[in-house]
Protein backbone atom coordinates (compact mmCIF):
# COMPACT_ATOMS: atom_id res chain seq x y z
CA UNK A 1 0.00 0.00 0.00
CA UNK A 2 1.70 3.41 -1.61
CA UNK A 3 1.94 6.05 1.13
CA UNK A 4 2.78 9.11 -0.09
CA UNK A 5 3.36 12.96 1.03
CA UNK A 6 4.04 16.43 0.17
CA UNK A 7 4.16 19.74 1.86
CA UNK A 8 3.44 23.45 0.70
CA UNK A 9 1.05 22.48 -1.86
CA UNK A 10 -1.43 25.38 -0.79
CA UNK A 11 -0.15 29.01 -1.59
CA UNK A 12 -2.56 31.37 0.46
CA UNK A 13 -2.77 29.26 3.60
CA UNK A 14 -0.28 29.43 6.19
CA UNK A 15 0.32 25.82 6.11
CA UNK A 16 -0.49 22.86 4.25
CA UNK A 17 0.21 19.08 3.29
CA UNK A 18 -1.52 16.16 1.28
CA UNK A 19 -0.91 12.79 2.67
CA UNK A 20 -1.85 9.43 0.83
CA UNK A 21 -2.10 6.22 2.05
CA UNK A 22 -3.05 3.55 -0.49
CA UNK A 23 -6.80 4.97 -1.90
CA UNK A 24 -7.37 7.44 1.01
CA UNK A 25 -6.08 10.78 0.12
CA UNK A 26 -6.52 13.92 2.27
CA UNK A 27 -5.39 17.91 2.26
CA UNK A 28 -5.43 19.21 5.06
CA UNK A 29 -4.34 22.98 5.43
CA UNK A 30 -3.17 25.43 8.67
CA UNK A 31 -4.51 28.79 9.24
CA UNK A 32 -3.26 30.73 12.01
CA UNK A 33 -2.23 32.38 14.48
CA UNK A 34 -5.36 34.42 13.28
CA UNK A 35 -8.54 36.87 14.32
CA UNK A 36 -10.23 34.85 16.67
CA UNK A 37 -14.25 35.51 16.98
CA UNK A 38 -15.03 37.23 20.52
CA UNK A 39 -17.05 33.95 22.38
CA UNK A 40 -14.32 31.94 21.35
CA UNK A 41 -11.48 33.75 22.45
CA UNK A 42 -9.28 32.57 25.40
CA UNK A 43 -7.48 34.60 27.53
CA UNK A 44 -4.23 32.64 28.25
CA UNK A 45 -4.49 30.26 25.12
CA UNK A 46 -5.03 29.74 21.23
CA UNK A 47 -8.68 28.32 19.83
CA UNK A 48 -8.49 25.46 17.90
CA UNK A 49 -11.04 24.61 15.32
CA UNK A 50 -10.69 21.86 13.43
CA UNK A 51 -13.14 21.40 10.47
CA UNK A 52 -13.35 18.20 8.28
CA UNK A 53 -15.13 18.13 5.02
CA UNK A 54 -16.29 14.92 3.17
CA UNK A 55 -15.56 14.57 -0.61
CA UNK A 56 -18.91 14.17 -1.38
CA UNK A 57 -21.94 16.34 0.36
CA UNK A 58 -21.78 18.26 3.22
CA UNK A 59 -20.67 17.44 6.79
CA UNK A 60 -22.84 15.58 9.29
CA UNK A 61 -22.26 13.64 12.32
CA UNK A 62 -19.90 11.60 11.42
CA UNK A 63 -17.70 14.52 10.64
CA UNK A 64 -18.15 16.10 13.76
CA UNK A 65 -17.09 13.09 15.31
CA UNK A 66 -14.06 13.20 13.49
CA UNK A 67 -13.80 16.77 14.18
CA UNK A 68 -13.75 16.13 17.66
CA UNK A 69 -11.34 13.29 17.53
CA UNK A 70 -8.88 15.11 15.54
CA UNK A 71 -8.91 18.12 17.83
CA UNK A 72 -8.32 15.63 20.64
CA UNK A 73 -5.16 14.10 19.00
CA UNK A 74 -3.76 17.66 17.72
CA UNK A 75 -4.02 19.91 20.73
CA UNK A 76 -2.05 18.57 22.95
CA UNK A 77 0.36 18.93 20.71
CA UNK A 78 0.56 22.57 19.98
CA UNK A 79 1.98 25.30 22.48
CA UNK A 80 -1.07 27.03 23.00
CA UNK A 81 0.20 29.90 24.96
CA UNK A 82 2.52 31.27 22.76
CA UNK A 83 -0.56 33.15 20.71
CA UNK A 84 -2.90 33.89 23.38
CA UNK A 85 -6.46 35.44 22.08
CA UNK A 86 -5.45 33.78 18.43
CA UNK A 87 -7.51 31.20 16.29
CA UNK A 88 -5.82 28.52 14.88
CA UNK A 89 -7.47 26.54 11.88
CA UNK A 90 -6.90 23.52 11.07
CA UNK A 91 -9.23 22.11 7.43
CA UNK A 92 -9.50 19.07 6.34
CA UNK A 93 -10.58 18.26 2.94
CA UNK A 94 -11.10 14.33 2.28
CA UNK A 95 -10.40 14.16 -1.14
CA UNK A 96 -10.54 9.72 -1.82
CA UNK A 97 -11.46 7.20 0.48
CA UNK A 98 -11.60 3.34 0.17
CA UNK A 99 -14.32 3.24 2.01
CA UNK A 100 -16.30 6.45 2.70
CA UNK A 101 -18.70 5.26 5.43
CA UNK A 102 -15.45 4.31 7.12
CA UNK A 103 -14.84 7.08 9.62
CA UNK A 104 -12.04 5.63 11.84
CA UNK A 105 -10.04 4.22 8.27
CA UNK A 106 -9.77 8.23 7.92
CA UNK A 107 -8.57 8.89 11.30
CA UNK A 108 -4.98 8.11 10.57
CA UNK A 109 -4.70 9.69 7.07
CA UNK A 110 -6.24 12.59 8.76
CA UNK A 111 -3.83 13.14 12.20
CA UNK A 112 -0.92 12.76 9.54
CA UNK A 113 -2.04 14.97 6.69
CA UNK A 114 -2.86 17.65 9.89
CA UNK A 115 0.76 16.99 11.64
CA UNK A 116 2.49 17.73 8.24
CA UNK A 117 0.47 21.06 7.84
CA UNK A 118 1.13 22.03 11.22
CA UNK A 119 4.57 21.95 10.45
CA UNK A 120 4.56 23.69 7.21
CA UNK A 121 2.92 26.34 9.08
CA UNK A 122 5.60 26.87 11.70
CA UNK A 123 2.91 26.25 14.51
CA UNK A 124 4.54 25.87 17.76
CA UNK A 125 4.73 22.51 18.82
CA UNK A 126 5.84 20.41 21.54
CA UNK A 127 5.88 16.89 19.41
CA UNK A 128 4.99 15.64 16.40
CA UNK A 129 2.23 12.89 15.88
CA UNK A 130 2.07 10.11 13.66
CA UNK A 131 -0.75 7.89 13.52
CA UNK A 132 -0.65 4.59 11.46
CA UNK A 133 -3.70 1.38 11.43
CA UNK A 134 -2.55 -2.11 12.88
CA UNK A 135 -4.82 -4.95 12.39
CA UNK A 136 -5.00 -7.92 14.32
CA UNK A 137 -6.14 -11.55 14.19
CA UNK A 138 -8.32 -13.29 16.99
CA UNK A 139 -4.99 -14.88 18.33
CA UNK A 140 -3.37 -11.19 19.02
CA UNK A 141 -1.25 -11.71 15.78
CA UNK A 142 -0.12 -8.89 13.23
CA UNK A 143 -1.59 -9.46 9.72
CA UNK A 144 -2.38 -7.26 6.77
CA UNK A 145 -5.78 -7.91 6.08
CA UNK A 146 -9.26 -7.33 7.99
CA UNK A 147 -9.99 -10.78 9.77
CA UNK A 148 -12.67 -11.93 11.52
CA UNK A 149 -12.71 -11.83 15.29
CA UNK A 150 -9.55 -9.81 14.87
CA UNK A 151 -9.60 -6.21 15.41
CA UNK A 152 -8.03 -2.91 14.34
CA UNK A 153 -6.00 -0.49 15.89
CA UNK A 154 -5.44 3.42 14.90
CA UNK A 155 -2.25 4.51 17.53
CA UNK A 156 -0.62 7.76 17.30
CA UNK A 157 3.17 7.92 18.28
CA UNK A 158 5.21 10.97 19.47
CA UNK A 159 8.88 11.91 18.80
CA UNK A 160 9.80 9.63 21.47
CA UNK A 161 8.19 6.38 20.72
CA UNK A 162 5.16 6.74 23.34
CA UNK A 163 1.55 5.91 22.29
CA UNK A 164 -0.49 8.52 23.18
CA UNK A 165 -3.64 8.42 21.08
CA UNK A 166 -5.80 5.03 20.58
CA UNK A 167 -8.78 4.15 18.86
CA UNK A 168 -9.38 -0.07 18.79
CA UNK A 169 -12.70 -1.57 18.35
CA UNK A 170 -12.42 -5.75 18.47
CA UNK A 171 -12.33 -8.14 20.49
CA UNK A 172 -8.31 -8.15 22.11
CA UNK A 173 -6.70 -8.45 25.11
CA UNK A 174 -3.75 -6.33 26.74
CA UNK A 175 -1.07 -8.69 25.23
CA UNK A 176 -2.77 -8.50 21.56
CA UNK A 177 -2.43 -4.49 22.19
CA UNK A 178 0.83 -4.80 23.23
CA UNK A 179 1.35 -6.71 20.07
CA UNK A 180 -0.33 -3.86 17.99
CA UNK A 181 1.96 -0.85 19.99
CA UNK A 182 5.04 -2.73 19.16
CA UNK A 183 4.15 -2.91 15.35
CA UNK A 184 2.73 0.48 15.33
CA UNK A 185 5.93 1.62 17.57
CA UNK A 186 8.20 0.81 14.53
CA UNK A 187 5.93 2.04 11.48
CA UNK A 188 5.76 5.41 12.97
CA UNK A 189 9.39 6.15 14.19
CA UNK A 190 10.98 9.28 12.52
CA UNK A 191 14.58 8.06 13.05
CA UNK A 192 16.09 6.08 10.79
CA UNK A 193 17.56 3.39 12.90
CA UNK A 194 14.08 2.75 14.42
CA UNK A 195 12.02 2.42 11.44
CA UNK A 196 12.08 -0.66 9.19
CA UNK A 197 10.72 -1.14 5.80
CA UNK A 198 8.27 -2.78 5.57
CA UNK A 199 8.05 -5.51 2.28
CA UNK A 200 10.44 -2.53 0.95
CA UNK A 201 7.87 0.25 1.14
CA UNK A 202 8.53 2.55 3.30
CA UNK A 203 6.98 3.15 6.92
CA UNK A 204 4.80 6.58 7.52
CA UNK A 205 7.25 7.21 9.80
CA UNK A 206 10.07 7.37 7.19
CA UNK A 207 7.44 9.13 4.03
CA UNK A 208 6.64 11.69 6.93
CA UNK A 209 10.32 12.57 7.38
CA UNK A 210 11.35 12.40 3.85
CA UNK A 211 8.35 14.84 3.36
CA UNK A 212 9.80 17.66 5.85
CA UNK A 213 13.20 17.04 5.00
CA UNK A 214 12.51 17.71 1.14
CA UNK A 215 10.53 21.16 2.69
CA UNK A 216 13.88 22.23 4.89
CA UNK A 217 15.98 21.31 1.63
CA UNK A 218 13.98 23.52 -0.43
CA UNK A 219 13.34 26.35 2.19
CA UNK A 220 17.09 26.08 2.62
CA UNK A 221 18.42 26.08 -1.08
CA UNK A 222 19.95 29.99 -0.83
CA UNK A 223 22.51 28.95 1.17
CA UNK A 224 24.12 27.00 -1.33
CA UNK B 1 -12.34 51.66 54.36
CA UNK B 2 -11.18 51.90 57.76
CA UNK B 3 -10.81 49.07 60.68
CA UNK B 4 -11.44 49.03 63.95
CA UNK B 5 -10.26 45.03 65.11
CA UNK B 6 -6.83 44.07 64.56
CA UNK B 7 -8.27 40.46 63.42
CA UNK B 8 -9.93 42.25 60.05
CA UNK B 9 -6.25 42.99 58.70
CA UNK B 10 -5.57 39.31 58.78
CA UNK B 11 -9.18 37.96 57.26
CA UNK B 12 -8.39 40.58 54.81
CA UNK B 13 -5.38 38.47 53.42
CA UNK B 14 -4.77 35.80 51.07
CA UNK B 15 -7.02 33.35 51.95
CA UNK B 16 -11.01 33.04 50.33
CA UNK B 17 -13.70 30.28 50.11
CA UNK B 18 -13.70 27.50 48.54
CA UNK B 19 -15.62 28.18 45.49
CA UNK B 20 -13.58 30.88 44.33
CA UNK B 21 -10.40 29.23 44.63
CA UNK B 22 -12.40 26.35 41.99
CA UNK B 23 -13.02 29.61 40.01
CA UNK B 24 -10.51 31.29 40.10
CA UNK B 25 -7.76 28.18 38.97
CA UNK B 26 -9.61 25.01 38.77
CA UNK B 27 -6.70 23.19 38.04
CA UNK B 28 -4.61 24.33 40.98
CA UNK B 29 -8.13 23.04 42.92
CA UNK B 30 -8.52 19.58 41.80
CA UNK B 31 -4.52 19.02 42.28
CA UNK B 32 -4.29 19.77 45.76
CA UNK B 33 -7.24 17.69 46.30
CA UNK B 34 -5.20 14.77 44.90
CA UNK B 35 -1.97 15.40 46.34
CA UNK B 36 -4.01 14.89 50.02
CA UNK B 37 -3.77 11.38 51.91
CA UNK B 38 -5.31 9.93 50.60
CA UNK B 39 -6.35 11.31 46.88
CA UNK B 40 -9.66 12.80 47.50
CA UNK B 41 -11.57 14.25 44.41
CA UNK B 42 -13.53 17.49 45.06
CA UNK B 43 -16.77 15.49 44.86
CA UNK B 44 -15.34 13.88 47.91
CA UNK B 45 -14.88 10.42 46.06
CA UNK B 46 -11.50 8.77 45.37
CA UNK B 47 -9.43 8.60 42.36
CA UNK B 48 -11.41 5.23 41.57
CA UNK B 49 -15.00 5.43 42.35
CA UNK B 50 -17.02 5.36 40.05
CA UNK B 51 -20.25 6.93 41.04
CA UNK B 52 -23.51 4.76 42.16
CA UNK B 53 -26.09 4.04 38.90
CA UNK B 54 -29.53 4.13 39.56
CA UNK B 55 -31.66 2.37 36.81
CA UNK B 56 -35.34 2.29 36.12
CA UNK B 57 -36.70 0.88 33.26
CA UNK B 58 -40.39 1.01 31.66
CA UNK B 59 -41.09 4.35 32.45
CA UNK B 60 -42.13 5.37 29.16
CA UNK B 61 -45.52 4.26 28.91
CA UNK B 62 -45.72 5.02 25.09
CA UNK B 63 -42.36 4.11 24.03
CA UNK B 64 -41.72 -0.15 23.69
CA UNK B 65 -38.87 0.02 26.09
CA UNK B 66 -37.57 2.83 28.48
CA UNK B 67 -35.10 3.42 31.03
CA UNK B 68 -33.62 6.34 33.00
CA UNK B 69 -29.96 5.82 34.25
CA UNK B 70 -28.59 8.39 37.04
CA UNK B 71 -25.13 8.48 38.00
CA UNK B 72 -24.61 10.99 39.95
CA UNK B 73 -26.02 14.57 38.75
CA UNK B 74 -25.88 12.92 35.26
CA UNK B 75 -29.20 12.28 34.53
CA UNK B 76 -30.62 9.87 31.01
CA UNK B 77 -33.66 9.01 30.37
CA UNK B 78 -33.76 6.85 27.31
CA UNK B 79 -36.92 5.69 25.07
CA UNK B 80 -37.10 3.04 22.05
CA UNK B 81 -39.87 2.88 19.51
CA UNK B 82 -40.26 0.56 17.00
CA UNK B 83 -41.69 0.91 13.71
CA UNK B 84 -42.08 -1.29 10.70
CA UNK B 85 -39.56 -0.64 7.46
CA UNK B 86 -42.18 -2.69 4.90
CA UNK B 87 -39.65 -3.93 2.27
CA UNK B 88 -42.77 -3.39 -0.58
CA UNK B 89 -43.90 0.23 -0.64
CA UNK B 90 -46.73 1.45 -2.95
CA UNK B 91 -49.89 0.44 -3.80
CA UNK B 92 -51.72 0.13 -7.42
CA UNK B 93 -49.32 1.59 -10.00
CA UNK B 94 -46.97 3.21 -7.50
CA UNK B 95 -46.04 0.29 -5.81
CA UNK B 96 -42.27 -0.80 -6.20
CA UNK B 97 -40.58 -4.21 -4.92
CA UNK B 98 -37.42 -3.84 -3.06
CA UNK B 99 -35.26 -7.15 -3.19
CA UNK B 100 -33.24 -7.81 -0.44
CA UNK B 101 -29.97 -10.19 -1.38
CA UNK B 102 -28.35 -10.62 1.94
CA UNK B 103 -24.91 -10.74 1.89
CA UNK B 104 -22.63 -12.64 4.65
CA UNK B 105 -25.69 -14.22 6.01
CA UNK B 106 -23.69 -15.16 9.14
CA UNK B 107 -25.35 -13.79 12.33
CA UNK B 108 -22.10 -11.66 12.94
CA UNK B 109 -21.82 -9.87 9.93
CA UNK B 110 -24.93 -7.78 10.56
CA UNK B 111 -25.22 -6.11 6.83
CA UNK B 112 -28.83 -5.84 7.24
CA UNK B 113 -29.03 -3.46 10.23
CA UNK B 114 -26.29 -1.70 8.60
CA UNK B 115 -27.58 -1.15 5.18
CA UNK B 116 -31.15 -0.85 6.30
CA UNK B 117 -30.40 1.39 8.71
CA UNK B 118 -32.35 -1.15 11.60
CA UNK B 119 -30.87 0.88 14.46
CA UNK B 120 -31.10 4.49 14.87
CA UNK B 121 -29.55 5.94 18.08
CA UNK B 122 -29.98 9.38 18.43
CA UNK B 123 -28.88 11.98 21.88
CA UNK B 124 -30.39 15.07 22.92
CA UNK B 125 -29.45 17.55 25.48
CA UNK B 126 -32.32 18.02 27.39
CA UNK B 127 -32.83 22.17 27.39
CA UNK B 128 -32.00 22.98 31.32
CA UNK B 129 -29.50 19.76 31.44
CA UNK B 130 -26.31 22.16 31.94
CA UNK B 131 -25.27 25.76 31.94
CA UNK B 132 -23.21 25.42 28.81
CA UNK B 133 -26.10 24.01 26.50
CA UNK B 134 -29.11 25.70 25.21
CA UNK B 135 -31.91 25.25 23.56
CA UNK B 136 -31.29 24.97 19.83
CA UNK B 137 -29.45 22.82 17.03
CA UNK B 138 -27.74 19.98 18.60
CA UNK B 139 -24.63 21.21 19.41
CA UNK B 140 -21.13 19.23 17.90
CA UNK B 141 -21.03 17.27 21.50
CA UNK B 142 -24.58 15.93 21.10
CA UNK B 143 -23.66 15.43 17.30
CA UNK B 144 -20.28 13.59 18.63
CA UNK B 145 -21.79 11.73 21.23
CA UNK B 146 -24.57 10.52 19.32
CA UNK B 147 -22.12 9.36 17.14
CA UNK B 148 -20.01 7.54 19.30
CA UNK B 149 -22.83 5.68 20.47
CA UNK B 150 -23.91 5.17 17.80
CA UNK B 151 -20.49 3.33 16.64
CA UNK B 152 -21.02 1.38 20.02
CA UNK B 153 -24.77 0.02 19.03
CA UNK B 154 -23.51 -0.85 15.23
CA UNK B 155 -19.62 -1.55 15.76
CA UNK B 156 -18.16 -2.21 19.14
CA UNK B 157 -21.12 -4.33 21.06
CA UNK B 158 -23.28 -4.80 18.27
CA UNK B 159 -26.12 -5.88 20.57
CA UNK B 160 -29.12 -6.00 18.08
CA UNK B 161 -28.81 -9.05 15.67
CA UNK B 162 -30.76 -8.64 12.04
CA UNK B 163 -32.29 -12.10 12.79
CA UNK B 164 -34.30 -10.24 16.17
CA UNK B 165 -35.76 -7.48 13.67
CA UNK B 166 -37.21 -9.57 10.65
CA UNK B 167 -40.41 -10.19 9.99
CA UNK B 168 -41.40 -12.54 7.83
CA UNK B 169 -44.59 -14.05 5.74
CA UNK B 170 -45.86 -17.52 6.15
CA UNK B 171 -42.73 -19.34 4.43
CA UNK B 172 -40.43 -17.48 6.15
CA UNK B 173 -39.52 -15.20 3.67
CA UNK B 174 -38.42 -12.08 5.03
CA UNK B 175 -41.09 -9.20 4.09
CA UNK B 176 -40.14 -6.59 6.63
CA UNK B 177 -38.38 -5.03 9.40
CA UNK B 178 -38.37 -3.44 13.00
CA UNK B 179 -36.31 -0.39 12.59
CA UNK B 180 -35.25 0.99 16.19
CA UNK B 181 -36.00 4.68 17.20
CA UNK B 182 -33.61 5.00 20.28
CA UNK B 183 -33.97 8.40 21.61
CA UNK B 184 -31.75 9.22 24.49
CA UNK B 185 -32.18 12.39 26.37
CA UNK B 186 -30.06 13.87 28.69
CA UNK B 187 -32.09 16.07 31.52
CA UNK B 188 -29.06 16.48 33.92
CA UNK B 189 -25.14 16.79 32.86
CA UNK B 190 -22.20 16.66 35.21
CA UNK B 191 -20.15 14.81 32.94
CA UNK B 192 -19.58 11.38 31.66
CA UNK B 193 -22.73 11.31 29.18
CA UNK B 194 -21.01 8.21 27.56
CA UNK B 195 -21.27 5.60 30.13
CA UNK B 196 -24.32 6.57 31.40
CA UNK B 197 -26.29 6.76 27.84
CA UNK B 198 -24.65 3.52 26.61
CA UNK B 199 -25.84 2.08 30.30
CA UNK B 200 -29.34 3.55 29.61
CA UNK B 201 -29.44 2.41 25.80
CA UNK B 202 -28.84 -1.32 27.18
CA UNK B 203 -31.05 -1.25 29.66
CA UNK B 204 -33.83 0.13 27.17
CA UNK B 205 -33.14 -2.30 24.61
CA UNK B 206 -33.54 -5.07 27.38
CA UNK B 207 -36.82 -3.98 28.27
CA UNK B 208 -38.14 -3.44 24.61
CA UNK B 209 -41.50 -5.37 24.19
CA UNK B 210 -42.48 -5.41 20.73
CA UNK B 211 -45.91 -6.80 19.12
CA UNK B 212 -45.76 -10.02 17.37
CA UNK B 213 -45.75 -9.39 13.75
CA UNK B 214 -46.80 -11.15 10.43
CA UNK B 215 -47.13 -10.22 6.64
CA UNK B 216 -50.37 -11.21 6.01
CA UNK B 217 -50.53 -11.65 1.95
CA UNK B 218 -53.48 -11.09 1.15
CA UNK B 219 -53.92 -7.81 3.01
CA UNK B 220 -50.28 -7.11 1.63
CA UNK B 221 -49.50 -5.76 4.94
CA UNK B 222 -47.70 -6.29 8.23
CA UNK B 223 -50.54 -7.39 10.67
CA UNK B 224 -49.69 -6.68 14.32
CA UNK B 225 -51.47 -8.00 17.50
CA UNK B 226 -52.38 -5.93 20.14
CA UNK B 227 -52.80 -8.05 22.90
CA UNK B 228 -50.21 -6.82 25.36
CA UNK B 229 -49.27 -10.80 26.12
CA UNK B 230 -48.51 -11.37 23.35
CA UNK B 231 -45.67 -8.95 22.71
CA UNK B 232 -42.57 -10.28 22.51
CA UNK B 233 -38.87 -9.26 24.03
CA UNK B 234 -35.88 -8.56 22.07
CA UNK B 235 -33.38 -11.65 21.29
CA UNK B 236 -30.08 -9.49 22.26
CA UNK B 237 -26.46 -10.59 22.11
CA UNK B 238 -24.74 -10.46 25.51
CA UNK B 239 -24.01 -6.98 26.53
CA UNK B 240 -21.18 -5.10 26.78
CA UNK B 241 -20.55 -1.75 29.03
CA UNK B 242 -18.03 1.00 28.72
CA UNK B 243 -15.85 2.94 31.33
CA UNK B 244 -14.71 6.58 31.01
CA UNK B 245 -11.60 8.16 32.80
CA UNK B 246 -9.65 11.51 32.72
CA UNK B 247 -5.65 12.28 33.23
CA UNK B 248 -4.75 14.53 35.62
CA UNK B 249 -1.06 15.55 35.96
CA UNK B 250 -0.03 16.07 39.02
CA UNK B 251 2.09 19.38 38.48
CA UNK B 252 0.48 21.76 36.90
CA UNK B 253 1.82 21.45 33.14
CA UNK B 254 -0.09 19.56 30.86
CA UNK B 255 2.28 15.97 30.76
CA UNK B 256 5.17 15.85 28.79
CA UNK B 257 8.38 15.15 30.81
CA UNK B 258 7.96 17.27 33.79
CA UNK B 259 4.53 15.54 34.54
CA UNK B 260 5.97 13.14 37.37
CA UNK B 261 2.48 11.29 38.34
CA UNK B 262 -0.45 10.91 36.02
CA UNK B 263 -3.65 10.60 38.19
CA UNK B 264 -6.10 8.20 36.66
CA UNK B 265 -10.00 9.52 37.56
CA UNK B 266 -13.03 7.38 36.93
CA UNK B 267 -16.08 8.30 35.79
CA UNK B 268 -15.13 12.28 35.80
CA UNK B 269 -17.71 14.84 36.59
CA UNK B 270 -18.02 17.95 34.35
CA UNK B 271 -15.50 19.93 36.52
CA UNK B 272 -13.19 17.14 36.38
CA UNK B 273 -13.54 17.11 32.18
CA UNK B 274 -13.32 21.03 32.06
CA UNK B 275 -10.16 20.96 33.96
CA UNK B 276 -8.10 17.38 32.58
CA UNK B 277 -8.07 17.37 28.65
CA UNK B 278 -7.69 13.88 28.44
CA UNK B 279 -9.93 11.45 27.87
CA UNK B 280 -10.01 7.52 27.81
CA UNK B 281 -12.72 5.10 27.47
CA UNK B 282 -12.61 1.52 27.97
CA UNK B 283 -15.24 -1.11 26.44
CA UNK B 284 -15.39 -4.10 27.54
CA UNK B 285 -17.53 -7.34 26.52
CA UNK B 286 -18.58 -10.33 27.24
CA UNK B 287 -16.17 -12.10 29.47
CA UNK B 288 -14.49 -9.24 30.22
CA UNK B 289 -12.92 -8.72 26.90
CA UNK B 290 -11.93 -5.63 25.87
CA UNK B 291 -13.71 -4.47 22.85
CA UNK B 292 -12.61 -0.81 22.42
CA UNK B 293 -10.36 1.61 23.65
CA UNK B 294 -10.43 5.49 23.22
CA UNK B 295 -7.52 7.91 24.11
CA UNK B 296 -6.86 10.89 23.66
CA UNK B 297 -6.35 14.59 24.49
CA UNK B 298 -3.03 14.61 25.98
CA UNK B 299 0.83 13.26 26.37
CA UNK B 300 0.61 10.26 28.66
CA UNK B 301 1.97 7.05 27.76
CA UNK B 302 -0.37 4.43 27.11
CA UNK B 303 2.11 1.94 29.01
CA UNK B 304 1.31 3.75 31.71
CA UNK B 305 -2.46 4.76 32.16
CA UNK B 306 -4.12 1.81 29.95
CA UNK B 307 -3.40 -0.68 32.44
CA UNK B 308 -5.11 1.06 35.05
CA UNK B 309 -8.21 1.80 33.15
CA UNK B 310 -8.92 -1.61 31.73
CA UNK B 311 -8.62 -3.05 35.04
CA UNK B 312 -10.89 -0.24 36.53
CA UNK B 313 -12.93 -0.56 33.73
CA UNK B 314 -13.47 -4.59 34.12
CA UNK B 315 -14.57 -3.93 37.56
CA UNK B 316 -17.30 -1.39 36.32
CA UNK B 317 -18.50 -3.93 33.74
CA UNK B 318 -19.15 -6.37 36.74
CA UNK B 319 -20.98 -3.74 38.47
CA UNK B 320 -23.18 -3.26 35.48
CA UNK B 321 -23.54 -6.85 34.47
CA UNK B 322 -24.78 -7.92 37.90
CA UNK B 323 -27.61 -5.32 38.27
CA UNK B 324 -30.33 -7.16 38.64
CA UNK B 325 -32.17 -4.76 35.64
CA UNK B 326 -29.34 -6.20 33.22
CA UNK B 327 -29.73 -9.79 34.49
CA UNK B 328 -33.29 -10.76 34.28
CA UNK B 329 -34.88 -10.17 31.14
CA UNK B 330 -38.40 -8.30 31.41
CA UNK B 331 -40.61 -11.51 30.10
CA UNK B 332 -42.55 -11.02 33.43
CA UNK B 333 -44.20 -7.89 32.34
CA UNK B 334 -47.40 -7.58 31.55
CA UNK B 335 -47.85 -3.72 31.89
CA UNK B 336 -50.79 -2.83 29.09
CA UNK B 337 -49.35 -0.67 26.57
CA UNK B 338 -51.02 1.03 23.60
CA UNK B 339 -54.11 1.25 25.88
CA UNK B 340 -56.29 2.89 22.57
CA UNK B 341 -55.79 -0.36 20.64
CA UNK B 342 -59.42 -1.76 19.79
CA UNK B 343 -58.89 -5.91 20.36
CA UNK B 344 -58.90 -7.35 17.26
CA UNK B 345 -56.07 -8.09 14.45
CA UNK B 346 -54.95 -4.68 12.84
CA UNK B 347 -52.03 -3.38 10.29
CA UNK B 348 -49.32 -1.67 12.32
CA UNK B 349 -50.00 2.48 11.92
CA UNK B 350 -47.04 3.64 10.68
CA UNK B 351 -46.59 6.97 9.70
CA UNK B 352 -46.83 6.39 5.88
CA UNK B 353 -49.81 3.72 6.21
CA UNK B 354 -51.82 6.26 7.76
CA UNK B 355 -51.65 8.66 5.19
CA UNK B 356 -52.73 6.35 2.56
CA UNK B 357 -55.69 5.19 4.70
CA UNK B 358 -57.29 8.76 4.96
CA UNK B 359 -57.25 9.33 1.37
CA UNK B 360 -58.13 5.55 -0.23
CA UNK B 361 -62.49 4.35 0.33
CA UNK B 362 -62.42 1.48 2.49
CA UNK B 363 -64.31 -0.65 0.15
CA UNK B 364 -61.93 -0.55 -3.14
CA UNK B 365 -59.24 -3.08 -3.58
CA UNK B 366 -55.66 -2.65 -4.51
CA UNK B 367 -56.62 -2.97 -8.39
CA UNK B 368 -55.28 -0.25 -10.82
CA UNK B 369 -58.06 1.74 -11.66
Known amino acids: MAITASLSLLPRADGSATFKSGLTAVVASVSGPMEVKARDELPDKTFIEVIVRPAVGVGGTRERALESRLLAALSPLIILTHHPRTLLQINIQIVEAADHTDAIALLPVCINAATLALIDAGTPLKSVLVATTVLLDAEGQVVGEKVKGGSRHVLGFVRDGKCVFVESMGAFDEKAFGNAVQKGMSECALDAGDAMEVDGAETVGMVIRHAVEKKVGLDMRWRE | ?369
Not at chain 2, 234 to 240: D, F, I, P
Not at chain 2, 289 to 312: H, M, N, Q, Y
Not at chain 2, 349 to 359: G, N
Open chain 2, 1 to 369: MTTTSTTTAATMGLSFPATTFQKLSPSSYLQRHLQCTPSTRPSGRSPSTFRLATLHTNALSHAHGSAVVRAGDTAVVCGVRGEVLALTSGEGRTRGRIVVERVGVEDGEDVEVETHALVVPNLELGTGCSRDYHPGPPTDFAQTTAERLRTLLLDTIPLVPATTLRIADADGAVKAYWVLYIDVVVISLDGNVLDTAWAAIVAALKSVRLPAAIWDQDAEAVVCDPAPENFRSLELREAGYTASFVVCYNDGEEGGENAEKECVLSDPDEFEEQVCGEKITVAVGAGGKIVGIEKSGGLSDVAKTLPTCISRARERYQQWSSNPIFVTATAGNTRPRNSGFTPRFQPLMSRYRLAHAASVPAASTLCPS
